[in-house]
């Protein structure tokens, strides 16, 4: 760690402890508030917002800002992604190739309600229109990195000075928001419909602290991590190869990708140096996920700079309240009816509330609070990430350039 001008700056090695450290200080603080259990608040969520409450107030009094390298974070979501992709089946694909065309027309259906949204409110506060295109799906469903492209042509047509602090602003109280949503929504769905998980199988994510304990021997989570290894490294050809072809898409995606390549299509028969099966849904696969994704997402939560934003809070809390309830209201009355009234239905669900206001891995990070305390979901973990990591970057950017020559 070091200190320059009332800079703290935490390097790899020790944001990745601190990240670990906030997991457990999550499943305390959930252990001790039941009700966030009870709700399927995921445990990094509630870590990682007590510790970026901490750097706020230590930022307030003490005036000192801490900045985390997060380097290795970016390596997590590429670890999760891939044990996805080898959890998945063709059968599931197969399946989900219905829930899917669903789960992508809804989203388009909802970005549109979610730009008008935010237009509506901006205006009736008086507002400059496209501040309200802003907190809609630029920052939302866009993300920090959209927020950030499309600030400098805000400014530049509508005199919006200060869009990239305003979409910053949202895309951070967003991510907040969308951890927050999904759980409650499933819960609600699931206790009033009285839906239960259509089977035992392992879970995606996560071992069921609840089930018979698990046998696990450093072997088999090895051969896991082996397998995951092989899959990033094709995963990262396929990356540049897409790339030379002017298809730019994550690298995580690419992994994803690759897994679900390994897992469907290598010969059954081909040996393997560990003298095992392909580990896919085996319980050392789902320990990485939860592990990968848990570390991820606290890093990601731990390390958001509150004091960069609050000076924006009113106006853009308006906006993004609004945004909360339109959101959850599509959830329950529009993807939970659409998506089959299912168990499966609900945890779509809840990953729909991550991705709509926040972003894929939110998304995942729900689905997973909600099938640990319900049951597996393996087809939820499919469509969710696809819908939302591949299909819906792709249509965000067209959507924004059409609402941005409209206003």
Request: charged share 10%.
């Amino acid at each position: 760690m070091q200190a320059a001008h009332s800079v703290w700056q935490v390097d790899t090695f020790l944001a990745v402890t601190i990240g670990i450290v906030v997991l457990f200080l999550g499943k305390r603080i959930n252990r001790l508030v039941p009700v966030f259990g009870r709700y399927s608040i995921p445990e990094p969520v509630t870590g990682g917002l007590f510790i970026a409450v901490v750097l706020f107030a230590i930022h307030s009094f003490a005036d000192i800002s801490v900045e985390f390298e997060l380097g290795a974070r970016d390596a997590l979501l590429v670890y999760f992604f891939t044990t996805i992709g080898i959890n998945a089946s063709f059968k599931d694909l197969a399946a989900g190739g219905k829930p899917l065309a669903l789960l992508l027309l809804v989203t388009v259906i909802y970005m549109i309600i979610q730009n008008l949204t935010g237009i509506g409110i901006a205006t009736l506060l008086g507002l400059e229109p496209a501040v309200g295109l802003l907190g809609g799906t630029v920052s939302l469903i866009g993300g920090h990195g959209t927020a950030i492209a499309w600030a400098p042509r805000f400014a530049e047509n509508y005199g919006i000075t200060n869009a990239m602090e305003i979409g910053v602003a949202c895309a951070t109280f967003g991510l907040v928001l969308a951890s927050l949503i999904g759980g409650p929504v499933a819960k609600f769905l699931v206790t009033r419909h009285q839906l239960v998980a259509g089977s035992d199988d392992n879970l995606d994510v996560g071992i069921d602290d609840e089930a018979d304990p698990v046998s696990l021997n450093y072997m088999e989570l090895l051969d896991a991590v082996l397998a995951l290894h092989i899959c990033i490294i094709i995963g990262y050809f396929l990356n540049e190869g897409l790339n030379q072809l002017g298809a730019h898409l994550p690298v995580f995606v690419s992994c994803l990708f690759a897994g679900i390549i390994m897992t469907n299509l290598r010969p059954q028969a081909l040996p393997r140096i560990t003298g095992t099966q392909w580990p896919t849904r085996t319980p050392a696969m789902a320990l990485i996920a939860d592990i990968s994704l848990g570390t991820f997402l606290a890093m990601s939560l731990m390390s958001m700079q509150l004091w960069e934003v609050i000076d924006l809070a009113g106006a853009l809390f308006s906006i993004l309240g609004a945004q909360v309830i339109v959101a959850a209201l599509f959830m329950i009355f529009v993807v939970f009816p659409i998506m089959g009234k299912s168990y499966e239905a609900a945890v779509i669900a809840s990953g729909f509330g991550g991705f709509s206001m926040g972003a894929t891995p939110t998304a995942m990070a729900n689905m997973s609070a909600v099938t640990q305390r319900y049951g597996p979901c393996h087809q939820a973990f499919i469509v969710v990430p696809l819908v939302g990591a591949f299909f819906i970057d792709v249509t965000n950017v067209v959507l924004i350039q059409l609402m941005f020559g409209w206003l």
